[in-house]
């Protein structure tokens, strides 16, 4: 499989030493497309002090335009979208870039970009393709994030308005839409797209480093903890939604001897919720372990040395590469029903428990915790490897090279 | 190798460590511990060694000893009548055994086993003869006795904590793991969980500490010995509260004998206060025994011109007492009326106790009410609030207050000032109040821990 063609692809963030989900996943599309067409290029249009870390061909905004997309988190995206015709000098940049490039394939990753990047192409007058690469369905996520922290309604409704419409436009005009999930795709059918293909969320072959697996080895031995189970997941709306409705702050049910482990931004965040003039909240650290950001190597050894992995995921849009990683794991997981969306057909694997109630998932963390692992077969082993991107963006690159 | 014969590891990290007097905790864990050793075969003793982190196997004998020296009266040859003294030959015993006892354990161990245990039941005897005496102050033994061995309790050993441990929280975690290892039988007794469910009336960091320290008991142990029907529910409540599995709880009823003291002569009065004249309230001074009721209930009864009973508070300082003790000795119209005490003697205690009119405990929350129930055993009218385990204590027997109610208390103050009144109540106590012994109480402990 080979094509002659040019691909552009456009996101809202550079995808230099990629760290959250949606970085890891464009990162591998483009490591897939450029196996297969002749010339790939990757630009960011983005805030700087958002992501420091950057390409050459990436392009951050300036003036007023930074200060406002810096200044409103909440909306930064739409904001890096509206800049792109608004601002004389990202548009002159944008205008050059598709006169020198000419791109036959230009590939939207999420749906921001398209609020200014569609006018540009209208008033060039050119006509590449269009793939929509979708990470979630915009408008819940948005939603969900301005309400909670305490957005105006007005604002709330006129954001929401905007990214209805963008992705209404992309889901009918598009050439190819791609959905994380098979939920998101119906989704995007129901607005009105004539089709689209599952581009499942994945990750890259898991490596672990002998000595991060040491690490955590000598850690959790020197606390007395003969096994843990492991929630690795960003300060992100629904991880921390998951975490608090499905686990909660009181964790007497994990056995004395067994540690809840929470990496990344959702343990450093989790503190903000407790009461501490309430006591019973005091004993959640007797039980879990906060070890923060960590670097590739320290996360897959803790994953290694995992006994469960957790996925407390009760929202959201999109697939969730933590599930991937679980699932090529080989570790026994707890997660909800909602977290294998995108995986449902890895659902026969052995050493998974699923539960939808705070309950359920409980008593699933205690019984996990206990029970011994299964081995998987050899078949249960090749299914497993396919949450590899190569695996489960093939569908998505079978069809860009048809367009 | 695992040893299959079930040892019974009292920890008495306490008992060692504790200097002064006895709290309800120590006092708890003596009585029991001495009947223990007293009683059962195959008893073992256990201390943490904090800058150690381990247990260690303590003989009971020394520290009771030590106990029991501390108990001797501050003027020698001046005891009241029916004080039992040890004779001569006896301290000379015991002076001899001493001297055994702080040998090094490696020492001790390689005496032949017929010379030892006839020490052992010299020893033991005269304890027994000793133990009557209250304790007056206990002076500091060390737990990591040199040498002594480190315990790793085995699968078939049945564990009791009855103190204190919070103090220290790395003895849970040690214990945790020596569980982890070998699951031997952990028996907890636990007195309340007011500083997890009333953290306003402690200081920090005493409420968490206890929270984590409670949790991690809970959590190992397999039976649970609660000092009464309020604290089991609590504990029960936290249990569930925090995702616990709630351990089988047995209540048992906390000893109430009278010391053996009966004081009334009145050389041992503190100053200025004649029989009769006073109500008594016995406790530490701390924000949760809610000396703060007290006084709004005297000056209500100021603004209503009503006549009121000197009123002592006996006690040492706790948490959270500054406000209320200045206020009761700075206000001009109520500081002649109170008197706060501290450091009394035991003869002096025993003679407010014997000489008052009636005692008033107005806590807001109690594991038990010791108080209460000392006051009942000797024959005292005792008003009381009805907060948490204190109803248990004598039921209907006597009269209740809410904590937060300063005229119904003092509505019962006016009530028991009438001789008449008292003096019927007190034949009823006499009649009904049924003192629980010592005796009794270790019965319902061994019980839960064989069961």
Not at chain 2, 237 to 266: A, H, Y
């Amino acid at each position: 499989m080979h094509s002659n063609k040019r691909v552009l692809i456009i996101s809202c963030y550079p995808i230099k030493d990629p760290l959250h989900g949606g970085q890891k996943r464009v990162a591998a599309v483009v490591e897939e497309y450029k196996k297969v067409f002749a010339r790939v290029k990757y630009v960011a249009v983005f805030v700087r002090e958002h992501y420091p870390v950057y390409d050459h061909d990436d392009i951050y905004l300036t003036g007023r335009w930074a200060t406002a997309a810096l200044h409103d988190h909440l909306t930064s995206d739409i904001r890096i979208g509206n800049a792109m015709v608004e601002s004389p000098d990202l548009r002159r940049k944008l205008e050059a870039l598709l006169r020198s490039y000419k791109p036959d394939i230009i590939q939207v990753d999420q749906c921001f970009p398209y609020i200014g990047l569609r006018q540009i192409i209208q008033d060039m007058g050119i006509r590449p393709k269009i793939i929509y690469n979708s990470q979630n369905i915009e408008t819940v996520i948005k939603e969900d994030v301005m309400t909670i922290a305490g957005a105006a309604d007005t604002d709330v409704a006129e954001a929401l308005a905007i990214i209805e419409e963008v992705e209404t436009d992309l889901a009918q005009h598009a050439d190819l839409v791609a959905a994380v999930s098979k939920e998101d795709g119906e989704y995007y059918l129901s607005l009105g797209a004539k089709r689209y293909v599952l581009a499942s969320n994945g990750i890259a072959t898991l490596a672990h480093s002998p000595a991060a697996v040491a690490y955590w080895h000598k850690q959790f031995k020197a606390q007395g903890i003969d096994a843990i189970a492991s929630f690795i997941g960003s300060s992100h709306l629904p991880n921390m939604q998951g975490m608090q409705q499905m686990i909660g702050l009181r964790l007497g049910f994990f056995p004395a001897n067994t540690r809840l482990v929470l990496a990344g931004g959702v343990g450093r965040h989790l503190k903000q919720y407790f009461d501490y003039d309430n006591m019973l909240d005091s004993t959640f650290w007797q039980r879990a372990i906060s070890v923060g950001f960590l670097s590739e190597s320290q996360l897959s050894g803790l994953l290694e040395v995992s006994d469960v992995i957790l996925l407390p995921i009760v929202k959201g849009g999109g697939s969730n590469l933590k599930t991937a990683e679980a699932i090529l794991s080989g570790k026994k997981i707890v997660a909800t029903t909602f977290a294998f969306r995108g995986y449902e057909s890895h659902l026969t694997l052995p050493n998974i428990w699923i539960a939808d109630t705070p309950e359920k998932f409980r008593a699933a963390i205690t019984e996990a915790l206990i029970t011994p692992l299964k081995k998987r077969s050899k078949s249960q082993e090749l299914q497993a490897q396919t949450v590899q991107w190569h695996y489960s963006l093939k569908q998505l690159v079978e069809e860009a090279v048809k367009l | 190798m695992t040893d299959a014969k079930q040892k019974i590891w009292i920890d008495v990290t306490d008992l060692s460590v504790w200097s002064g007097h006895f709290t309800g905790t120590q006092r708890v864990t003596y009585e029991m511990s001495l009947r223990f050793y007293e009683q059962i075969s195959d008893v073992h003793f256990f201390a943490y060694n904090e800058r150690a982190r381990n247990f260690y196997e303590v003989d009971f004998g020394p520290i009771n000893q030590t106990i029991l020296a501390s108990r001797m009266p501050a003027e020698a040859g001046k005891r009241p009548s029916g004080f039992h003294r040890p004779s001569p030959k006896a301290v000379l015993r015991t002076q001899s055994l001493k001297a055994y006892h702080n040998l090094p354990f490696r020492v001790k161990q390689q005496l032949t086993p017929a010379r030892r245990e006839q020490l052992k039941k010299a020893y033991r005897t005269f304890n027994s003869v000793s133990s009557r005496v209250k304790p007056r102050r206990q002076v500091i033994s060390s737990a990591a006795v040199p040498g002594a061995p480190a315990v790793h309790f085995q699968k078939a050993d049945i564990v009791v904590i009855l103190g204190k441990p919070w103090d220290t929280m790395t003895f849970i975690d040690v214990l945790r793991d020596q569980k982890t290892a070998q699951p031997f039988k952990l028996v907890h007794l636990v007195y309340d969980m007011i500083p997890t469910f009333l953290p306003q009336v402690f200081g920090q960091p005493l409420p968490a500490n206890y929270t984590k320290y409670m949790f991690e008991a809970l959590a190992l142990s397999d039976r649970v010995i609660a000092i009464s029907k309020s604290t089991k529910q609590d504990v029960a409540r936290f249990c569930r509260e925090e995702l616990l599995q709630t351990p089988k709880t047995t209540v048992v009823r906390l000893g109430d004998t009278p010391n053996g003291l009966t004081v009334l002569e009145d050389k041992y009065a503190p100053s200025g206060l004649k029989p009769g004249s006073f109500i008594l309230c016995v406790g530490t001074i701390e924000v949760r025994k809610n000396h703060a009721l007290l006084y709004a209930a005297y000056k209500e009864a100021q603004l209503r011109d009503l006549p009121m009973p000197t009123l002592v508070i006996i006690g040492s300082r706790g948490w959270y007492t500054g406000d209320v003790i200045y206020q009761f000795q700075h206000d001009p119209l109520l500081r002649h009326s109170v008197k706060i005490l501290h450091g009394l003697s035991d003869e002096q205690v025993d003679w407010l106790y014997g000489n008052c009119a009636f005692t008033v405990y107005p806590s807001v929350y109690e594991g038990w009410g010791l108080p209460v129930a000392e006051s009942l055993a000797k024959g005292k009218v005792c008003i009381a609030s009805h907060a948490s385990s204190m109803p248990e204590i004598a039921g209907d027997l006597i009269e209740y207050f809410s904590p937060y109610d300063a005229p119904a208390c003092l509505a019962l103050i006016q009530k028991y000032l009438s001789v008449d009144v008292r003096r019927a109540k007190e034949a009823e106590i006499q009649a009904k109040y049924k003192i629980t012994s010592w005796d009794k109480t270790f019965a319902q402990v061994a019980d839960a821990v064989s069961s």
